[in-house]
């Protein structure tokens, strides 16, 4: 399906959201382990976290702001979170909705019993079904897409969770990875393409299920298999089942999952991220031709395509920014303003390393050209001769509306730009994007026309896998943005 067939206009961006998600059956110290977990995929969100238990008589929730260290991290908290079986999830979202009560994992009383979910992904027909529902006479409580789905669940006419579920699943579509949790049993969903990440994990006798396989070496788990695409995964009785309910779709995952968002050390496909990026970074360098003193990485996302880089061509490799560990993903501050400054709360030149050096900057993507921006100009003003900026992925041109925080058409400077332009904009010498032929040879396929499935990279290609069925008229998106203005006071 071409991008043509959607309209963006009038998206809302209020319901976007890429977070991390995790959960365990049977084991002592479940949620000690959540908390663990969670904290290995702290990069995938940080405004708010959770955990839910269940421990054989009642459900237990503790959900707050900020980051699992800071929260999960004292015997006082996670003693108010008893049980065998337990659920977390780390949010992240881009504007509005900054409520505790958006913060997951969601929990309901259903005809059959509690359940609690944590949702990875983005609902492309979340609003469509939340106004049926409403008309229906549901009552929402949050401003997140997930509730479409537990209030699916509650409303299901079948009898047992796993039904009810496969029920509600068949009304959702989108980018999305859940973990769930009834009494005696661990759930786990992928979308029909596989969009979002999902894989499973073995401790002993208990299963598993995160966002990332970094999330089981933390907690010293095996890493068993990704869930499949459409495939639900349940734990009962200590064994794991599988169903297939939904309808089968060629997968297709996130190529943004390998160009920047899973950690570096964790699984995708075989290999881990970090081999990919520098597979990303050593095909830009047979894609380039230029001469330099040194290569430089923006880190850290930057850090494995700089090194790619500079191996494949033999370059030397030299870390002429500093980074300060101790700011968030500049990403992470709603306001364009706030973001600007954040390229200078997180990064420093490193004087001694670029003074009158030509020198490639590499970076994994660029979006809004913010960070290049902002670093040429940092690299210029400490001495550096020349600064080429060298991008380990294609331009991106198109949003997002599955999960990973993409800016509108707009703000995208590919969309808006030639390269020439983007160039002129940043104000380095030179720049160059990888081919996206070249990020499929580097993924070991001959080229994206040539193979199918290709992953989900709409953000180059506009190609998207699932049509944006929410079209919103100005007045729902102002009902809306009052319900998530309400729920922030
Ligand atoms: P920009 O400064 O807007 O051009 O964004 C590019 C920078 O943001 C790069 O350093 C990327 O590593 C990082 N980045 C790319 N995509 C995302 C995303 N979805 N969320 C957060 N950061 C991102």
Redesign the pocket.
């Known amino acids: 399906m071409k991008n043509q067939k959607i309209k963006f206009k009038n998206y809302n961006p209020k319901l976007h959201e890429e977070c991390g998600v995790f959960g365990i059956s049977n084991t002592s110290d479940a949620s000690t382990l959540t908390a663990l977990g969670l904290h290995a995929l702290q990069h995938r969100g940080q405004e708010g976290c959770g955990i839910v238990t269940f421990d054989g008589k009642q459900y237990h929730s503790e959900k707050r702001f900020g980051l699992v260290g800071d929260n999960f991290n004292k015997e006082k908290v996670l003693k108010k979170l008893p049980g065998k079986y337990a659920i977390g999830h780390n949010r992240y979202s881009t504007t509005g909705g900054t409520a505790l009560r958006n913060v997951q994992p969601f929990f309901a009383d259903t005809n059959a019993g509690g359940i609690g979910v944590s949702h990875n992904g983005n609902l492309t027909n979340a609003i469509t079904l939340r106004n049926k529902l409403v008309q229906e006479g549901a009552i929402f409580h949050t401003t997140s897409d997930t509730e479409v789905i537990v209030q699916l669940i509650a409303k299901s006419k079948r009898f047992k969770t796993i039904d009810k579920i496969i029920d509600s699943i068949f009304h959702i579509q989108g980018g999305y990875s859940l973990v769930m949790m009834t009494q005696n049993t661990l759930i786990g969903v992928r979308d029909p393409y596989g969009i979002r990440p999902l894989v499973i994990g073995k401790l002993k006798n208990s299963y598993v299920f995160a966002s990332e396989t970094c999330a089981f070496d933390i907690i010293g788990a095996k890493f068993v298999r990704e869930v499949e695409n459409g495939e639900l995964v349940y734990v009962e009785n200590d064994k794991l089942l599988s169903l297939k309910p939904f309808s089968t779709k060629k997968v297709r995952p996130c190529i ?1 999952e390998y160009i ?2 899973s950690r570096p050390d964790s699984i995708l496909n075989g290999k881990t991220a970090y081999e990919h990026r520098k597979n990303f970074g050593s095909q830009l360098a047979k894609e380039d031709k230029l001469d330099a003193d040194i290569v430089v990485p ?1 880190p850290d ?2 850090n494995a395509a700089a090194l790619g880089y500079a191996q494949e061509r033999g370059f030397n490799f030299d870390l002429g920014l500093i980074r300060n560990h101790y700011v968030g ?3 992470i501050e709603p306001s364009q303003k706030i973001r600007s400054l954040g390229v200078k709360l997180k990064l420093n030149a490193n004087k001694s390393v670029i003074k009158n050096k030509k020198i490639i900057l590499i ?10 921006h902002k670093i040429v100009k940092m690299l210029y003003d400490n001495g550096a001769k020349e600064v080429h900026v060298r991008i380990a992925s294609p331009e991106i041109k198109y949003p997002d509306f599955y999960g ?3 800016p509108t058409k707009k703000e995208l ?1 590919a969309a808006n730009k030639s390269v020439q332009e983007i160039c002129n904009f940043i104000k380095a010498k030179s720049i160059k994007f990888l081919s996206l032929n070249g990020l499929y040879k580097a993924m070991g396929f001959e080229e994206r026309n040539k193979i199918y499935p290709q992953l989900t990279d709409h953000y180059f290609t506009g190609d998207y896998p699932i049509e944006i069925i929410d079209e919103l008229g100005e007045n729902k998106i102002t009902q809306l943005s009052l319900l998530s203005t309400a729920s922030n006071n």
């Not at 970076?363 to 290049?372: A, K």
């Open positions: 943004f920047y968002f923006v996302s930057g993903r500049t990403f970076d994994d993507s660029l979006v809004r050209g913010t960070t290049s990973v925080d993409m400077l």
